[in-house]
Structure formats: C-alpha cells, structure tokens
C-alpha cells in the first residue's frame, strides 16, 4: 500500500533531528523546516537527503507518539481477543484526539495533516495496519474468508473515519461508534 512497495523503516527513537522535530510539533503542531534545520544544526539540503520531505518527517514524529502508545494500549488490553482490539484502537484515537499538538496539526493544516496521517502514502498508515494485523493474527486468528491485511485496513480506515470526521464532513466526530462497529467487526 505504500506506493507499491512497503514503507520505509522508522527512524531510530533516538535520531537527534527528530527529537527536535518532536519538540518542535508538540509545541506548535507543526514543523518549521527551516527552524527545524537550524536547531538540529544540518543543513536544509541534509534534511531532506536524510528525511525525504517535510510529510515523512511528520509522519515519523505523529509515529513515534503513537507507537508508544501502542505498546501502553496493547498491554493493557492484550487477550481480550475483538474487544481488545476494538479498544486498542479506541484508546489511540482518544490519546490522539487529548494531544493539542494533533487538534492544532488538523485544524491548521488539515490537508497535509490527513496526507500525512491517512494516506497509503504516508508512513503512519501503514505501519498502524500492520500493527492491527498482527493482533488480530494473536487475538483472534487470521480469517478465512478474507487476507488479514485487508481486514486491518477496514478496522484503520474505520477508525479514521470517525476521527477525522469533523475535518472531512464537518460532522462532530464519534470514537465510541468506531470502537462498537471496529469489536463486531471482528466478532
């Protein structure tokens, strides 16, 4: 899904230009690169060598957030088979939709903001169908009736529905709806 061939790899959790990166997104809700070149200390041209474009950047920055919350959320609800997925999700959505940097992201730069977090093209969708895969491998079993990374993509594109909702159709968004129709999914 990610223009035809898998994502590329996360960058280390140390990586010092996306620590700035972080800091600078949860202050602002967005990354200056020019700003970004210049705390990090490398070079515009060295950034985007490294980084590929302002999106990837962003995308592994929102990651590394959810990644780690991923762990937290999957701990707590792991074993709990549909329901624990359907929370695990739930939970995410909520952790994000708590972060002022994420409403501000969204909010002010919405179409980057859905390019990068809901996109087949960006890196963050990718990697949380591949997350959802896994568990329902775990939790679950791989359906018979359907490829497993076909269901997580569902349960995804499910939950950004919902939580992209009042950015799409104006509509307030719903994460409770998500996470009752992501458990009968799956059921």
């Not at 992201?105 to 969708?125: C, I, K, P």
Request: glycine share 8%.
């Amino acid at each position: 899904m990610f223009q035809g061939q898998e994502p590329p790899a996360p960058f280390p959790p140390d990586d010092p230009v996306l620590a700035v990166a972080l800091a600078m997104f949860i202050q602002d809700g967005w990354i200056d690169v020019r700003k970004l070149s210049t705390e990090a200390g490398v070079s515009r041209a060295t950034l985007y060598r490294r980084y590929v474009d302002r999106d990837r950047i962003l995308g592994e920055v929102v990651w590394s957030q959810a990644s780690a919350d991923l762990v937290a959320l999957r701990a707590r609800y792991r074993g709990k088979g549909a329901d624990g997925i359907a929370q695990t999700v739930d939970g995410l959505l909520r952790l994000s939709a708590e972060r002022s940097s994420m409403r501000t992201f969204l909010a002010e730069h919405t179409e980057v903001a859905l390019r990068v977090l809901a996109s087949q093209h960006g890196v963050v969708q990718r990697r949380i169908i591949d997350s959802v895969a896994e568990w329902i491998t775990e939790e679950i079993g791989a359906p018979a009736d359907i490829d497993i990374e076909t269901l997580a993509y569902a349960v995804v594109r499910l939950g950004e529905s919902f939580y992209y909702r009042e950015y799409i159709t104006g509509e307030p968004g719903d994460l409770s709806a998500a996470a009752v129709i992501i458990g009968r999914l799956l059921r």
